[in-house]
């Protein structure tokens, strides 16, 4: 039983340590491929780190629908949404005010907006089908289409003008080898992520908490640990767009993609009405305050962190206790 603990803790602590200093390392790699593609580093935060924060929700939502286990998935998708704009971007204000870059607002936050308002609505009648993922996974190919074009004719000096390289990737200009280290690094965070998760779970077991906790806590928040961790890095760094960006850029690729692709494995029937009276409500709740606090002089401040972060305490309180 000691032993147990003992041997979790330590799993935990490890997989934050990796997660941590992996993360750095992958904003590092991510603004370096920025220059030498000239690509906008707000492009490198919705698309490639997004993407690889975005892997452990893949994961999971793959292997629940192969399980038949597709609730899940939808259950992590939501719930992890969530906590990407309250618990994420909460903390990451509180830290330290993010700046708003106008792209993000013009252009991808209207995408989030609108891939959550079409899950809800196609939520109402029970089930995802086939024909729903093939719209979210349609619209997800438009999006890295129509970002990549804008990434092309963007300004991309102005935020990382001073940024600092580390000593490793300073001298390196070759973007095959960059993008080799992106690749690594996201694996790496990905790796970090799982260990954490595991580890909770068995503590959580230990402790007798039960599976049902378990899920909205560890794996909501857990799969998400990618993100915060990322998006952390990016505001030591002062590269907001790149962790406000891989936030927006995760939300839009957890519904469009792994959603998509799991409901074009499997259809996601809803089960319970809570999902459609309470879970998506607040997701979409919670997309609404983001957007006013984004539009109040483009930036999140500390005090709309706080907001942020209370409203996602208050959120799984009323979730576990109703």
């Known amino acids: 039983m ?51 924060t ?24 939501v719930g ?11 903390l990451c204000a509180i830290f330290m005010p993010l700046k708003i ?35 979210f996974v349609v619209l997800f190919i438009i999006f890295c289409f129509i970002s990549f074009k804008s990434a092309r004719t963007s300004e991309y ?19 095959l080898l960059i993008g080799v280290f992106i690749f690594v690094s996201i694996i790496l965070v990905i790796w970090g992520a799982n260990l954490m998760v595991k580890s909770g779970v068995n503590i959580a077991h ?24 990322a998006s952390m890095a990016a505001s030591v760094k002062k590269v907001s767009s790149i962790g406000v960006g891989n936030i927006v850029g995760s ?9 998509g692709a799991v409901s074009l494995i499997r259809p996601i029937t809803i089960d319970t009405s ?15 305050l983001l957007v006013i606090f984004m539009r109040t002089s483009f930036k999140i401040s500390r005090i709309e962190g706080f907001i942020l972060l209370a409203s996602y305490v208050t959120f799984i309180i009323v979730l576990i206790t109703k």
């Open 157 to 175: 000096h102005q935020e990382v003008a001073g940024f600092k390289f580390n000593k490793i990737l300073k001298g390196i200009n070759s973007k």
């Open 2 to 52: 000691v032993y147990n603990i003992i041997y979790n803790i330590v799993i935990f602590v490890s997989g934050l340590i990796l997660l941590i200093y992996s993360s750095g390392f992958l904003i590092q790699s991510s603004v370096k491929l920025s220059f030498l593609l000239r690509l906008a580093p707000l492009f490198i935060g919705i698309i490639i780190v997004a993407f690889g």
């Open 101 to 135: 870059n106008k792209d993000i607002f013009k252009k991808e936050l209207p995408i989030m907006i609108l891939s959550t308002a079409l899950l809800y609505v196609f939520s109402l009648d029970r089930i995802l089908s086939r024909i729903d993922g093939l719209v």
């Open 274 to 288: 809570s999902v459609l009276v309470f879970e998506m409500p607040a997701l979409l709740l919670f997309n609404i």
């Open 251 to 259: 939300n839009i690729f957890n519904i469009l993609l792994v959603l």
């Open 206 to 229: 230990i402790f007798g908490i039960s599976p049902w906790v378990i899920g909205i806590t560890v794996f909501a928040v857990g799969t998400s640990l990618p993100e915060l961790a």
């Open 80 to 90: 992890s949404n969530i906590s990407n704009i309250g618990l994420i971007l909460g």
């Open 54 to 77: 975005s892997a452990p929700e893949l994961a999971v939502g793959i292997t629940a629908a192969l399980k038949h286990q597709k609730a899940i998935a939808l259950g992590n998708i």
